[in-house]
């Protein structure tokens, strides 16, 4: 029998996360629904240490330890770029080759450097959210969006390596287009709808 995923009738969650930008991006996805979001940053919250070995594992982690923190639901995000010639990395270690600093122009001049001269330029991105209760239940769903990547970089919208990344069928980066137009097919946007189509109600 196919489980049926539960609905979230509350007005407020956690954002498990302190990457600014993915706050962002994740508050703007929760305004339709009347759903505010509080940034796990803003309450003082440790990062957990992501010992999960896909994209979901580690969403769960984050989201569980959050809700478990607060006594409030709590949704996480993990995401990263796939790039196949690199037989997958960064992958699930996308923020850590940017360093302790979050330095991703450092990340994005090493992924270029390792690619060399492959004539394999594919790539990516992945989200996977994880919306937690304060039970313990979790669902979670995943998106992707797929592109290649440029070098060098374009544009200074975004955050991560969206100024490298270009989506199939577009002539822009991540990091050149609009907030609003990225939201609308990105990895992230992806794994959204899928949440709010089984999660929320309008």
């Known amino acids: 029998m196919v489980a049926v995923p539960r609905q979230f009738l509350d007005t407020q969650l956690i954002i498990a996360s302190h990457n600014q930008g993915k706050v962002r991006e994740i508050a703007n996805l929760l305004q339709p629904y009347n759903i ?4 796990a940053a803003s309450l003082g919250l440790d990062e957990p240490e992501e010992t999960g070995t896909t994209f979901a594992a580690n969403a769960e982690l984050k989201a ?3 809700s478990a923190a607060t006594n409030l639901p709590a949704l996480a995000d993990d995401s990263g770029l ?3 010639a690199l037989r997958g990395a960064p992958g ?3 923020a850590r080759w940017a360093g302790l600093g979050k330095d991703f122009d450092t990340a994005m001049g090493l992924i270029e450097c390792r690619l060399k001269n492959s004539s394999d330029r594919s790539a990516y991105f992945i989200a996977a959210l994880a919306l937690c209760w304060t039970d313990g239940h979790c669902e979670t769903f995943e998106g ?4 290649t990547l440029v070098w060098p970089q374009r544009g200074s919208l975004g955050f991560g390596y969206d100024p490298m990344f270009l989506p199939n069928g577009s002539k822009k980066t991540f990091g050149e287009m609009e907030p609003g137009v990225k939201h609308s097919i990105s990895h992230r946007a992806d794994a959204f709808a899928k949440l709010t189509k ?3 109600v309008i």
């Open 36 to 39: 505010e979001g509080v940034s």
């Open 64 to 66: 569980r330890t959050a």
């Open 82 to 84: 796939v790039v196949p």
């Open 92 to 94: 699930i270690y996308s």
């Open 144 to 147: 992707r969006v797929d592109g």
């Open 198 to 200: 089984s999660c929320f």
